[in-house]
């Protein structure tokens, strides 16, 4: 009976509630806290279940009379500044840039593809971001945060909240989506991949070894046409057998140059690195691109395409020139076969996927999962990235580096991840079919035993109370951090 708080966001899926609350019994044991949720709104089911394991506390974002009121000045002094997407994109207040939470949630809320700096949506949601501010702000001031917990670090319903935690030097803790560790995070950082290389080198020869073999084994499931490997939210492949009829790619000499897609509202800062805005303006910008240039240009939409995206890039394409939209389904088999050249995409996993068929990638994320690599091309700022694109003649092409594909597979989806943290067969959980159900439970007490509960207590406790950046061996941490830091 205190005022020391664990706070964390409502996600509403059985499978996070279970990882979630074995952190939470270890983190309250350790810090003799209590347990509080927000984001949760009328559901009475969810809250039955959270009453269940201890949540004492219900924060409800709402402000008082007086807060309102300087919600309203701080409104009135800023919002009528914002004139372009980019000033929006670069805001700051009370040494918070919130601008980027509020451009990316104002993108996955309303389902578009690029900002509308005049849209009424838009107004009401920079309004409800202020609000968010001044709400935590006072928690903060009035309660002993002992740590956040939260599904995403991104959107104005989280990222707020993370940045105040900051701030306040307050750990903010997640676990990564294929959850198979937790995380502690102190600042925004998204660049730990740039250390990818270094700690790769950092491994005895046996263990480089085995993990190359790793990696080539599950890349083959892959091109085999196997669907989820390691990406377990995939539910389409482009690597099938399949071949659509009519030959796709035009039959020329010139340069043939494929945009690959991504889901135009999904967090497309992700990575911190964007070289635009977001996924349209960069769309855009290829369009004034290709127009200089002599090349034959396609676009493939990402076979999990959601709906309205076709509509937007019909939209799009019409800025083109010439460009030829193909078929989603599309194998890249087809296309590499018929001579493609390059694949362009801002931090998707063609890059390590298409330089084995012998296509090479051009990335536009400086941040991109496989920068500290050389088996895709990663430009330092936007005008490379231009010079580079208007000069593919002169590209000296990095397929021969494939190679470097089966370290990068192996660190991103094996050393930093400990499979073994809730189930001993990692796969047989990432291939279970309704995750999102209450059928899930139980697939998950069968799976996790007692003895399995005991070794995630003791790992969870060791990181808790040692301070360490992610429930990982020692051995490894020893090795990550050395960049890291």
């Known amino acids: 009976k205190n005022n020391d708080f664990l706070l964390f966001d409502h996600f509403?899926?059985?499978?996070?509630?279970?990882?979630?609350?074995?952190?939470?019994?270890?983190?309250?044991?350790?810090?003799?806290?209590?347990?509080?949720?927000?984001?949760?709104?009328?559901?009475?089911?969810?809250?039955?279940?959270?009453?269940?394991?201890?949540?004492?506390?219900?924060?409800?974002?709402?402000?008082?009379?007086?807060?309102?009121?300087?919600?309203?000045?701080?409104?009135?002094?800023?919002?009528?500044?914002?004139?372009?997407?980019?000033?929006?994109?670069?805001?700051?207040?009370?040494?918070?840039?919130?601008?980027?939470?509020?451009?990316?949630?104002?993108?996955?809320?309303?389902?578009?593809?690029?900002?509308?700096?005049?849209?009424?949506?838009?107004?009401?949601?920079?309004?409800?971001?202020?609000?968010?501010?001044?709400?935590?702000?006072?928690?903060?001031?009035?309660?002993?945060?002992?740590?956040?917990?939260?599904?995403?670090?991104?959107?104005?319903?989280?990222?707020?909240?993370?940045?105040?935690?900051?701030?306040?030097?307050?750990?903010?803790?997640?676990?990564?989506?294929?959850?198979?560790?937790?995380?502690?995070?102190?600042?925004?950082?998204?660049?730990?991949?740039?250390?990818?290389?270094?700690?790769?080198?950092?491994?005895?020869e046996n263990e480089k070894n085995k993990a190359i073999e790793i990696s080539k084994k599950r890349i083959q499931l892959k091109f085999d046409g196997k669907i989820g490997v390691d990406m377990s939210y995939s539910e389409k492949t482009a690597f099938h057998k399949s071949k659509i009829n009519q030959t796709v790619l035009k039959k020329s000499n010139n340069i043939k140059v494929l945009i690959c897609t991504h889901c135009f509202y999904d967090n497309p800062q992700c990575y911190g690195g964007l070289l635009y805005l977001d996924f349209y303006e960069w769309l855009c910008h290829l369009s004034e691109i290709a127009k200089k240039t002599d090349y034959d240009w396609y676009i493939k939409p990402h076979p999990d395409y959601l709906p309205g995206t076709m509509e937007i890039l019909k939209d799009i394409t019409s800025k083109f020139d010439q460009i030829t939209l193909i078929d989603p389904d599309t194998s890249f088999f087809q296309l590499a076969e018929e001579g493609l050249n390059f694949a362009l995409t801002c931090h998707g996993t063609i890059a390590q996927e298409l330089p084995l068929l012998g296509i090479?990638?051009?990335?536009?994320?400086?941040?991109?999962?496989?920068?500290?690599?050389?088996?895709?091309?990663?430009?330092?700022?936007?005008?490379?990235?231009?010079?580079?694109?208007?000069?593919?003649?002169?590209?000296?092409?990095?397929?021969?580096?494939?190679?470097?594909?089966?370290?990068?597979?192996?660190?991103?989806?094996?050393?930093?991840?400990?499979?073994?943290?809730?189930?001993?067969?990692?796969?047989?959980?990432?291939?279970?079919?309704?995750?999102?159900?209450?059928?899930?439970?139980?697939f998950f007490l069968k799976n996790f035993k007692e003895e399995k509960n005991l070794e995630l207590s003791k790992k969870l406790l060791y990181f808790l109370k040692n301070n360490k950046k992610y429930t990982l061996p020692d051995e490894k941490l020893k090795i990550i951090m050395k960049y890291e830091n």
């Open 12 to 204: 509403e899926t059985f499978e996070i509630i279970l990882f979630r609350l074995h952190f939470f019994i270890n983190f309250c044991k350790l810090n003799g806290c209590n347990i509080g949720v927000f984001n949760l709104k009328r559901n009475l089911l969810f809250k039955k279940i959270y009453s269940t394991f201890g949540v004492n506390k219900f924060f409800k974002q709402k402000l008082d009379k007086d807060d309102y009121q300087e919600l309203n000045n701080i409104f009135n002094q800023t919002f009528y500044k914002l004139n372009t997407k980019e000033d929006l994109f670069n805001f700051k207040i009370q040494n918070i840039d919130i601008g980027k939470d509020i451009y990316e949630s104002y993108l996955i809320r309303f389902h578009k593809p690029t900002l509308d700096i005049t849209d009424l949506k838009f107004k009401k949601l920079f309004k409800e971001a202020l609000e968010i501010l001044l709400y935590w702000k006072k928690v903060f001031l009035k309660h002993n945060i002992k740590g956040v917990y939260v599904s995403h670090r991104s959107y104005v319903e989280t990222n707020i909240i993370s940045k105040l935690a900051y701030q306040n030097k307050i750990p903010v803790y997640t676990n990564n989506g294929a959850v198979t560790k937790f995380s502690k995070h102190l600042s925004s950082e998204l660049d730990n991949t740039k250390f990818y290389k270094f700690i790769f080198n950092e491994l005895s």
């Open 360 to 442: 090479d990638v051009i990335n536009a994320d400086v941040n991109n999962p496989h920068c500290a690599f050389n088996f895709s091309y990663t430009p330092k700022n936007l005008k490379e990235y231009e010079k580079t694109l208007l000069d593919l003649k002169n590209f000296k092409s990095l397929v021969d580096n494939k190679d470097q594909i089966y370290e990068y597979y192996y660190l991103s989806n094996y050393y930093f991840q400990d499979k073994e943290l809730f189930f001993k067969n990692y796969d047989e959980y990432l291939f279970y079919p309704n995750k999102d159900s209450i059928h899930f439970c139980n």
